[in-house]
């Protein structure tokens, strides 16, 4: 084994994935696990650790043996092997041991602090993941046998984006399409516009102004990049605005969630502002994702909104390169600029969209893999706990303040013991489920009501019918790992993309791009904001 | 730190002759500081006509991670991005190295030398290569923050911890 030596650090990590696999296993990290609340995913680090573990450790050895190639298993799996571990590592200790802890101390902290740190930053495991990869790149640096491997995050954030579109519906799809269709129509030509028009006040270059305006106005660093070349950037413009970019987007990163919970916007609302009013691209996947790790809600309308700045990108840099060519004489191919720019990764999206609505993944019946059996079903009761706290504020007149439908529908509830038909009609299949599910609306909407204040019920009573609703929505096994894959994705791809945030990337930050970025984007952000506000009213998602 | 480092040279320098060097690299990037070492140089230093003079600039690596958190361009936009960087870069090179040679009739037999990579490690390559027995670079520049005229490329450091170590000869710092 002529190289073992260079591969050291990732057989160690390797070996240290099994034996904290065996160690799970054991069952005696179960207390810590407990006080942590992450024992429900004990099998889950136990099988991960071994699996993850053990494949690492026998590329690490192909590694020490094989002469590095140019194969597809060279190139996508053995080189970057380093850093992918590296990454995984990180995404697991986050996940499971940080974000726990950091939810404790702040916890413990809130009585002294007056606040709740974890939740006014907005400190879940992809934030912290993100700021980890900052804090590792800036201060140790990125260590050598992680290098390949760190850069395949970009590829790995694409991948949870194509695997996303398994989660759409045409409903959903045809409706996100339209409202970001004409609110990132409007903001990204409207900033666009808005940093050219500033540019000619304050007398700046068009190499210049063309470079911003597609980074303030379409989607950050990748914009600037992509315009880069075609408008001349000179050196200090780029470095100037990359830098004005990446610092307002990781303020907004932060500033973006914490706005959204105290303007209490719903994951649709924040998804829309956060796909709009945020620069960068990634930074919008990690916001909607700080705004809202538990379900996906958020990230699905954000993605949606992300997915149509980019396909916005070709038009744009077409537009700055007629703009700059006429100026400068330079004459630019479509295929250069439209063609050579299109993200290709759009069309795997559209294709796991496509194979998930023809009911590859879960019958066509079924709601994106998620479907509603209201059928009689022990299993769907709900607990007797549960169903004693229900009748109890029944009888209290807990409910007084509900329409007569809501009150019917947790009527039938207590009766019943969970939402399904009426018992006459169970041999009318059809009437039995619109019965079961119109219940499943009205109790839908009793929650809605508590959330927006509009009536007052305990947590008991509150977690009692959410889990009844919880019981009667199934969800297609296939769509759950696919889901779950995708979740770690996104929180690797986050944290690589992290790591390549550097320092000195942010403190280039100056010069004019900084007077006219601020703005630019604090317009964009404080407008679309009250345009998302006002327009976007009703919860497509399901 | 700079400060220190610079008064101690000149301390050496009173004592021991300039002229004993026969092979100079200056390392310039064309902001105030390095224009002091310039002038330093081309002026006070070139009245010795064995003294050959290198002057080095440096395309900065760090360029590579300027597309920072850029997840959605493909490697070809990353290629172009980072292409044009490089001509960029290179043509302000070339603008630096004439008014270089524009100010101080000296430089005309100056060796004028673009290597690309991290700033300390390819000033001590290059003048290890070269054989160069004094380094020559300008002083401390207090920081211009948020400056709204701007500074060509990329704004960076020559950090003492990273560079004094690899020195292989000594090092001057132009006052």
């Known amino acids: 084994m002529p190289r073992v030596k260079d591969h050291m650090p990732v057989l ?83 996940r499971w041991y940080l974000e726990p802890l950091v939810k404790i101390m702040s916890d413990s902290l809130q009585p002294l602090l007056g606040f ?47 695997m996303l579109g398994a989660r759409y519906s045409f409903a959903e799809l045809a409706k996100l399409g339209v409202y970001s269709v004409w609110l990132v129509g409007f903001f990204v030509l409207g900033t666009v516009f808005l940093v050219l028009w500033l540019g000619n006040i304050f007398k700046q270059p068009k190499s210049m102004t063309g470079v911003l305006s597609a980074g303030m106005g379409v989607c950050g660093v990748s914009a600037t990049v992509a315009v880069a070349p075609v408008v001349k950037a000179k050196s200090a413009e780029m ?75 070709p038009i744009i840099v077409l537009v700055l390169a007629t703009w700059f060519g006429k100026e400068s004489g330079q004459k630019l191919s479509f295929k250069s600029v439209v063609i050579d720019k299109f993200p290709i990764f759009i069309l795997g999206f559209l294709l796991l969209f496509g194979m998930s609505s023809v009911g590859m993944f879960s019958p066509p019946s079924h709601y994106k893999g998620q479907y509603i059996d209201v059928s009689y079903n022990d299993r769907t009761q709900v607990t007797s706990e549960e169903w004693e706290t229900l009748k109890k504020a029944m009888a209290a007149g807990e409910f007084s303040a509900l329409n007569p439908e809501q009150l019917a529908a947790v009527e039938n509830l207590i009766e019943q ?126 | 730190m700079a400060g220190h480092v610079s008064a101690m040279v000149f301390l050496v320098s009173q004592k021991v002759s300039l002229f004993m060097f026969k092979h100079l690299l200056l390392c310039t990037h064309g902001t105030e500081g390095a224009q002091k070492a310039e002038a330093f140089v081309f002026k006070q230093l070139t009245a010795d006509p064995n003294l050959k003079v290198s002057v080095l600039t440096i395309l900065d690596e760090d360029w590579r991670m300027m597309t ?55 000033i001590t390559r290059v003048a290890e290569k070269l054989h160069c027995d004094l380094i020559a670079i300008g002083p401390y520049q207090k920081s211009k923050g948020l400056f709204i005229h701007g500074e060509k490329g990329l704004r960076a450091r020559i950090k003492n911890d990273t560079l004094h170590p690899l020195l292989p000869c000594p090092l001057l710092i132009a006052p």
């Open chain 1, 116 to 162: 709740n740190v974890y939740k006014v930053l907005n400190l879940n495991y992809v934030v912290l993941g993100i700021l980890a990869g900052v804090l590792l790149t800036n201060t140790w640096g990125i260590p050598k046998f992680a290098e390949a491997g760190v850069k395949c995050a970009r590829f790995v954030l694409k991948m949870g984006v194509i």
């Open chain 1, 12 to 94: 160690i990590m390797g070996g240290l994935l099994i034996i904290y696999g065996l160690i799970v296993k054991t069952g005696i990290l179960l207390p810590m696990m407990k006080y942590l609340h992450t024992h429900k995913a004990m099998d889950l680090q136990m099988t991960l650790t071994l699996i993850v573990g053990g494949i690492v450790i026998v590329g690490a050895l192909i590694n020490s043996v094989k002469e590095p190639g140019n194969s597809i298993l060279d190139r996508f799996f053995l080189q970057p092997l380093g850093g992918i571990v590296l990454i995984l590592v990180m995404a697991m200790a986050i």
């Open chain 1, 239 to 313: 470095a100037y605005t990359i830098g004005t970019i990446l610092s307002f987007g990781i303020i907004c990163m932060f500033v973006f969630p914490t706005i959204g919970h105290m303007a209490g916007m719903n994951p649709v609302q924040f998804g829309a502002w956060a796909g709009t009013g945020i620069l960068n691209s990634a930074q919008v996947a990690a916001a909607a994702l700080a705004f809202n790790a538990v379900d996906i809600k958020t990230l699905k309308v954000a993605e949606i909104f992300n997915i149509t700045r980019v396909l916005f990108l």
């Open chain 1, 417 to 542: 013991r969970q939402i399904a038909g009426n018992y006459a009609e169970r041999n009318d299949g059809k009437v039995f489920d619109r019965v079961g599910r119109a219940r499943m609306a009205e109790l839908e909407g009793v929650l809605a009501a508590a959330k927006a204040k509009e009536l007052t019920l305990s947590s008991d009573v509150k977690s009692g019918i959410k889990h009844a609703i919880k019981q009667v929505h199934k969800k297609s096994k296939t769509i759950v790992t696919l889901t779950d894959f995708m979740i770690w994705f996104f929180a690797f791809g986050l944290i690589g993309l992290g790591m390549q945030i550097t320092k000195k990337a942010i403190t280039q930050a100056g010069g004019w791009p900084i007077v006219m970025g601020v703005i630019a984007g604090i317009t964009k952000a404080a407008l679309s904001f009250f345009v998302v506000l006002w327009l976007v009213k009703d919860v497509v998602l399901n």
């Open chain 2, 68 to 122: 920072g958190d850029d997840w959605l361009n493909s490697s070809k936009t990353h290629t172009a991005f980072l292409d044009h960087v490089e001509a960029q870069v290179s043509e302000e090179i070339a603008e630096e190295w004439q008014r270089i040679r524009d100010t101080y009739p000296a430089a005309a037999q100056a060796v004028f030398l673009q290597r690309t990579g991290a700033i300390a490690e390819t």
